[in-house]
């Protein structure tokens, strides 16, 4: 079936460090690719998100990569901050029918002052 | 705009216990989500509502779990009996519609089952 994997599982930097999450999804078929800040006792909340037509997007100090071919996509936070510190998680998803999540198993992000 | 609301955060019961969860989502959204989080675990889908209809629950264990969202607005989820791999946490979520790509996410119900 579907599958995500990501990578690292925990990630520590320092402020002002730069931090990059990676995932592999296995379903080519995937088009859609958020990616989900879940800080402690709070439900995921999405922070970016790409689809299948771009390469990238960038929000501010926040960045997602995609390389269809290798299907892989990644996280780029720059200039991290303590409050960036979170569990992180990649999700891939077919913008069909079922338009079905699949998550990432999650990136505990700690960020060091 | 209030986000999406669920009942209760926190729960801790014996095995062989019923528990529910009750969820109300966004305003207007149409779609609603269940999902189980393991610990350390990303969210699994248990079970999608388009409005009032259950158009994807190939992963809720139906010996055990059930859901309704009567009315296509609120939504509760029931385990009866619960079993101690059910401890988890349950995330429910809500989008404007199907197509739409962003999850609206309450902040879940803990449970505990001893």
């Known amino acids: 079936g579907e599958n995500v994997e990501q990578h690292p599982s925990t990630l520590s930097v320092q402020e002002g460090d730069s931090a990059v999450i990676k995932c592999t999804y296995s379903?080519?078929?995937?088009?859609?690719f958020p990616w989900y800040k879940q800080e402690l006792g709070k439900g995921p909340q999405l922070i970016i998100d790409?689809?299948?037509?771009?390469g990238e997007k960038k929000d501010q100090r926040i960045a997602v990569t995609l390389n269809k071919t290798a299907k892989h996509f990644s996280l780029h936070i720059t200039e991290t901050q303590p409050e960036d510190s979170a569990v992180y998680f990649c999700a891939a998803s077919r913008r069909d029918a079922t338009n079905k999540l699949i998550f990432g198993t999650g990136t505990l992000l700690a960020v060091q002052p | 705009e209030a986000g999406v609301v669920q009942s209760p955060r926190y729960k801790i019961i014996e095995k062989k216990q019923p528990v529910a969860f009750w969820c109300n989502p966004i305003?207007?959204?149409?779609?609603l989500y269940w999902y189980l989080q393991n610990l350390g675990q990303g969210p699994e889908l248990l079970i999608r509502?388009?409005?009032?209809?259950?158009?994807?629950d190939s992963q809720l264990p139906k010996d055990r779990f059930s859901a309704e969202r009567l009315k296509g607005v609120d939504s509760t989820l029931k385990i009866q009996p619960a079993e101690l791999g059910d401890s988890a946490v349950y995330l429910c979520a809500s989008s404007v519609d199907r197509a739409s790509g962003e999850l609206f996410f309450g902040e879940g119900s803990r449970l505990t089952v001893l």
């Open positions: 379903d080519s078929a995937s088009n859609y």
């Open positions: 790409i689809r299948s037509n771009v």
């Open positions: 305003s207007g959204h149409n779609t």
């Open positions: 509502y388009e409005n009032e209809e259950a158009v994807d």
